[in-house]
């Protein structure tokens, strides 16, 4: 029954396990690598089955689409009909979700609500017509299939071509862990901040008080022993464990993308990790991000995104031809990277950079507008060096602006002014001029601004299971987020995406749900509005509604979170070009507001994207 | 009674598909530390705690003795049911027997007590407990890590015992019987949370009645032990 039907065709994937080997600074030759191969029509045929893999030096089991890892990317055409067969070989129930994709709710593929799951052995048949266009990703929604290896792209062409490019590459963000997810699972339970390698330490005190004076640093440390919470916890889980890969590949064997002298290149960035977060960039190159989440926006310019697991951005660049470059993706915490060239020619060495220094959490990301003390008191966020990584130069001695003086508004921001310093009720009565617009001011609370609702915490359901509560949570639509403030380049913030196209649906929203993403860190448990997934009543929607989803983030962490079925459309202060999004990042300590039409019956998965938060922070959506 | 029934029953079912995952799956948790005392007085102190269970109910086992010249000096084991109520804090009831290789020397105790995170980061365990003949003692430990970089850790501990009568023959006089202290510097390889050789000092003061009957080195004592969990 379980013909473990890859292992007859024996592939090993590997990665070179020479650690090492890609020392900081220097610069590094590639081997020739391709990537995944791509798969068009109208009829496709995947089987998953185990797969031995070496990405690290030691061999390991992953779980595979059609043998290869990512999987073979899908390449579709919008308006036409496909049909996906799927044959599981494995020894367990597997499904494949097609992530951000518009379709009928038995097609979505998540086992318990779609449908019953592919059993193994058996196979299912995927049929659906695709109204859309741009670049999305599918992956198993069983189990922890997808971060052993279960992803892969989505391209869908549209019927009229927005840009013409003349190269075309799809670059796939993942994380691999030798350690098997449920151990990660319960060490994290365990032990809640075992991977992180960046924890403050008494050094950190020393510097921080050379600084900014021993009172200031003293009063820092206070406030944060008091609450119990570390503001280094940036990442559950870090570079410790993981390897980075880009395209299935790790740094010490990157993949490759060619190009010509003058060409422009499209860049399909896709988040498939399962805990991490990326900040991407090309030194020395402009990227021009012209969608998000397979959607177009209007061309923005700028040197860094931050993409968050199951994010997409399409970015169009135009490289010079004298040398090879780094697509240099590090991790949120920078406890390692991800990288592939872009190159005029094969096995060009390629500069890397240096990784930033590690981000510390700052008030705001607590969901605080005051200070319990010192007000000014900064961390030191730059000079830095943890664990032989060399911290970048020392912006904040340029301007004297921390990044956490930048958070609490003490600073001009790179970007717009940002509305910090503005309590909810202020923001209700729209006393606070509201980010990326002039007008946002009058239009607070209608369709495209953002709720004007203040905030209530009333219904969240307290325990054990909550250990913070965001005092006074703002909109930071214009806040690059932690590690990404006032780092001397353009970064892409949530305020700079404006729908190319026209709001499909202008009415106002009939409602507002407004939902808490609560957690204890030091146990490890997550909920929305304090009440896990599997503990929870469905969402429910009516057929046809428009409402307003309102976030609102009480812990440190970022959360992507995805809505199966139907668009976010988030609220930039754009109402007339709102952008559709499937997958959205509320930062820690911050509130974020998009608008839904109920247009697709059916039960859908709602949730957070971090693989071990998914389970607790989850709803079913009721459309009916 | 049927649907009280229904949704033990579900609760412990395998999770609903769509979760993926159990989120709040049984998981076991052994924390172990093992002490060498100086040469002169040549003895290994224990002190293991581990548990099972779930994020709010847990089942813990926590030991801790000394051993030397063949014999368990003094030492005891508890079986105690832990839930949790609120972010930082669990309550513990259970039952504790000691173990002392002279077993005239041992009691059986009910205990109730609570255990987290206090503010600062300082880890507390601190019981009350009844025991046989109306005796009572309680014990309060407290500990806080300190990162000194991401591999040396510092541990300062302390713990007190106090007493509610005096007895002669478990040689404890009422009230504050004895208090010690600890600092241990550890080792973290490569950031290794799991495992940590240290060294450390430890002094005990002793403190009213139990001055007189007990007849303990007070003198700061080197220690050299290893520290783990899985």
Known sequence: MNSHYPLTRRQFVTGVGAAGVLAFGNSATATESFGPKELSGRYFELNIGYLPVNFTGKDRTATAINGSIPAPTLRWKEGEEVTIKVTNHLAEDTSIHWHGIILPSNMDGVPGLSFGGIKPGESFTYRFTVNQSGTYWYHSHSGFQEPLGMYGAIIVDPIEAHETVERDYVLTLSDWSDEKPESIFANLKKYPHIYNIDERTLNDFMRDSKRHGFSKAFAERIMWNQMRMSDSDISDVTGKTYTFLLNGKPPANHWQALFKKGERVRLRFINAASMTFFDVRIPGVKMTVVAADGQAIEPVTVDEFRIAAAETYDVIVQPSAEQAHAVFCQAIDRSGYAVCSLTPQRNLPIELPELDASPILGHIDMGMNHLPVNADAGHDQHGMNHGGQTSQKDNDDEDGCTEEHAAMGHCVMPQKPSNNGCTAEHAAMGHCVMPNSEHRQMGSGSAGYGSSKAVSFDHIKMGPHIDMLAESPQYRLDDPGVGLRNNGRRVLTYADLINRNETLDPREPSRELELHLTGNMSRYMWSIDGIKGMKADPIKMKFGERLRITFVNNTMMNHPMHLHGLWSELETGEPNRIPRKHTTIVQPGSRLSYLVTADALGKWAFHCHLTYHMPSMFRVVEVS | ?230
């Open chain 2, 1 to 230: 009674m049927k649907r009280v029934l229904l949704s033990v029953l579900l609760s412990l079912s395998p999770m609903t598909a769509f979760a993926m995952f159990n989120d709040d799956p049984w998981l076991s948790k052994v924390m172990a530390e093992f002490e060498y005392i100086d040469a002169e007085h040549n003895a290994l102190e224990w002190d293991v705690d581990a548990w099972y269970g779930r994020d709010i109910s847990k089942f813990w086992i926590k030991t801790e003795g000394e051993y030397a010249e063949s014999e368990i000096e003094s030492g005891f084991i508890e079986f105690v049911y832990s839930r949790a109520y609120s972010a930082n804090w669990d309550w513990q009831t259970g039952i504790r027997s000691d173990i002392a290789s002279e077993s005239d020397q041992n009691r059986n105790w009910v205990s109730f007590g609570f255990m987290g995170t206090a503010p600062y980061f300082f880890d507390v365990d601190a019981r009350l407990f009844i025991g046989e003949d109306s005796s009572s003692q309680l014990i309060i430990e407290a500990e806080k890590e300190i990162m000194l970089t991401q591999e040396w850790v510092l541990t300062p501990e302390f713990d007190v015992v106090a007493n509610g009568k005096t007895s002669q023959r478990f040689q404890e006089g009422s009230g504050l019987s004895s208090a010690e202290f600890s600092l241990m510097l550890g080792y973290e390889h490569n950031g290794n949370r799991k495992f940590q050789p240290f060294l450390g000092v430890t002094r005990t003061w002793l403190f009213g009645a139990s001055q007189d009957m007990v007849d303990h080195d007070t003198s700061w004592r080197g220690t050299l032990g290893i520290h783990g969990w899985f």
